[in-house]
């Protein structure tokens, strides 16, 4: 698939440097590596190399996707990370067709998730109260032609919002990030689907307006790498012997290594090499760019669950 002027597309220098770029036939992008044009981008393949106007240094041109969208947003709120979207899409059943209320657009990186999960007839009701960062959310995504007639934005405030425009038990799952968010719950009820997932960040008001199977969830975000030990002796070996030593090191397994590098904060660290490997690499704990969160989902009872009938099983 060849690029076109005018999309939207992904330019990776580096997982540092991401960038989200509207291709115009005389646009310029500028980053650490040089100066790239993007007619020289614009009838090229996905996944091809860019290169600078020197030459030298080169970047790749790539499709959107949820992860790249969510690197690549400009963070004018507090965002949420990869992890927790992909969570949060999982258990909002996020499934093709189904329809959810969103509010606290921010940045759209969960919008943009959400509605690639609920194509291709599904829809995303997007609210935020900010107008600022409503119209600039709304403009950002009509170059976002794969999703942009799945969403739709609304400038309301939720919280005083009836939802009127809606039909009783509609909408298959909401998910509120904002302040406040138990003020919303008599009203977002009445357009919640009977066991619709309610999510959200703050527990209150949830028994009393009969909601059930109440669970919180913290995710814990740990990267590794394997690096070379400095000063390693076969590290700077550069015959035959060496090459073949570093070839049988990259290919040993790595299965039940836990050494780590630094002062990390109790972290076990050991001496020797990764077991069934060679001690020209062990493993480094990554700096993780992410916050600490708690996620709390909960689903509507069905109108007659306070009265179950208790029904007795017995053997034949």
């Known amino acids: 698939m060849l690029v076109k002027e005018n999309h939207s597309v992904i330019l990776y220098t580096d997982e540092e440097c991401i960038d989200l770029v509207k291709l115009t036939s005389d646009g310029v992008l500028t980053n650490k590596k040089g100066t790239f044009l993007h007619k020289d981008i614009i009838g090229k393949k996905y996944g091809s190399k860019i290169y600078d106007s020197t030459c030298r240094n080169y970047i790749y041109v790539l499709k959107r996707t949820p992860e790249f969208i969510a690197i690549s947003l400009k963070k004018k709120t507090q965002t949420l990370y990869e992890h927790d979207i992909s969570f949060i899409c999982l258990l909002c059943n996020a499934l093709p067709n189904n329809k959810i209320i969103e509010a606290g657009t921010g940045t759209g990186c969960l919008t943009y998730a959400l509605a ?5 007839k599904g829809i995303v009701h997007s609210f935020e109260y900010n107008e600022e960062r409503y119209e600039e959310v709304r403009k950002e995504f009509s170059n976002f032609e794969n999703v942009r007639n799945n969403i739709k934005f609304h400038h309301k405030d939720v919280i005083n919002y009836s939802f009127v425009e809606f039909e009783p038990g509609e909408i298959d799952s909401v998910f509120l990030d904002m302040p406040n968010p138990w003020l919303c719950v008599p009203n977002i009820k009445k357009v919640l689907k009977e066991r619709g997932v309610f999510v959200y960040k703050i527990i209150d008001a949830l028994e009393e307006n009969h909601f059930c199977e109440i669970v919180t969830y913290e995710l814990v975000n740990k990267s590794w790498e394997i690096i070379r030990n400095k000063g390693s002796a076969a590290g700077s070996k550069r015959g035959s012997s060496g090459l073949l030593e570093a070839a049988n090191a990259r290919s040993a397994p790595f299965e039940g290594a836990n050494e780590r590098s630094g002062p990390l904060e109790g972290a076990n660290q050991r001496s020797g090499p990764l077991e069934g490997g060679n001690p020209i ?36």
């Not at 690639?116 to 291709?120: A, E, Y």
């Not at 760019?289 to 034949?316: A, C, M, N, V």
């Open 116 to 120: 690639s999960c609920v194509l291709p």
């Open 281 to 316: 690499y062990r493993l480094r704990q990554k700096e993780n760019k992410t916050h600490t969160g708690y996620l709390i989902f909960s689903k509507k009872q069905l109108s007659d669950e306070e009265e179950q009938i208790d029904i007795e099983l017995k053997g034949l």
